[in-house]
T-cell receptor, first 122, second 110 residues
Framework: DAGVIQSPRHEVTEMGQEVTLRCKPISGHNSLFWYRQTMMRGLELLIYFNNNVPIDDSGMPEDRFSAKMPNASFSTLKIQPSEPRDSAVYFCASTPVLVSVLGGDARYNEQFFGPGTRLTVL | EDQVTQSPEALRLQEGESSSLNCSYT??????LFWYRQDPGKGPEFLFTLYSAGEEKEKERLKATLTKKESFLHITAPKPEDSATYLCAVQARGYNKLIFGAGTRLAVHP
């Protein structure tokens, strides 16, 4: 298995430009997560999808950010317009849903992270 | 508010010098506590999941333990290749998302 695939790996753009980050989760995984990592704020969840449906987007910083998951094998995170403070490493992660054998309580196991996209907005 | 605090921020060890990393958490009903390792320029890599107080898991030189308020990652006789940032995260009941701590940067010198 190739793991979670992200593209591009590096992106340098100018303020005001539109940026689109792409993610291909591991085949068969039901949930997909977008994170942002900076030195100041660490690793923050932006949004996550379950079965292609956005479940929680409370971490999306503002309306300039949007995310889609048109099918189980592809997701995008778009920033329009981009600003210098958006500079960060953006990670995509996926995970399968595991049902515990005890009581049927759904337990999410490890999240598999992609290599990240380093975004620099000048 | 759910919160995760890791200490120390940075730790420097000599090869073979055992130590522990701490992860203190406040969460409204713990579903799971996760430890990840992150190497520079890479995404976090899963190490362990702990579900209930008293649980322990081991992998090579690493051992993770869990109480009702904190988790420890014990590193026994570390090697330089153990150098990385170690991240702790918690998952609260009713939510799928993980809340990450700021991490501990570990440097092991020969």
């Amino acid at each position: 298995d190739a793991g979670v695939i992200q593209s591009p790996r590096h992106e340098v753009t100018e303020m005001g430009q539109e940026v689109t980050l792409r993610c291909k989760p591991i085949s068969g995984h039901n949930s997909l997560f977008w994170y942002r990592q900076t030195m100041m704020r660490g690793l923050e969840l932006l949004i996550y999808f379950n079965n292609n449906v956005p479940i929680d987007d409370s971490g999306m910083p503002e309306d300039r950010f949007s995310a889609k998951m048109p099918n189980a094998s592809f997701s995008t995170l778009k920033i329009q317009p981009s600003e210098p403070r958006d500079s960060a490493v953006y990670f995509c992660a996926s995970t399968p849903v595991l049902v515990s054998v005890l009581g049927g309580d759904a337990r999410y196991n490890e999240q598999f992270f992609g290599p990240g996209t380093r975004l620099t907005v000048l | 508010e759910d919160q995760v605090t890791q200490s120390p921020e940075a730790l420097r060890l000599q090869e073979g010098e055992s130590s522990s990393l701490n992860c203190s958490y406040t969460v409204s009903g713990l579903r799971g506590l996760f430890w990840y390792r992150q190497d520079p320029g890479k995404g976090p890599e899963f190490l362990f999941t702990l579900y209930s107080a008293g649980e322990e898991k081991e992998k090579e030189r690493l051992k993770a333990t869990l109480t009702k308020k904190e988790s420890f990652l014990h590193i026994t006789a570390p090697k330089p290749e153990d150098s990385a940032t170690y991240l702790c995260a918690v998952q609260a009941r009713g939510y799928n998302k993980l809340i990450f701590g700021a991490g501990t940067r570990l440097a092991v010198h020969p």
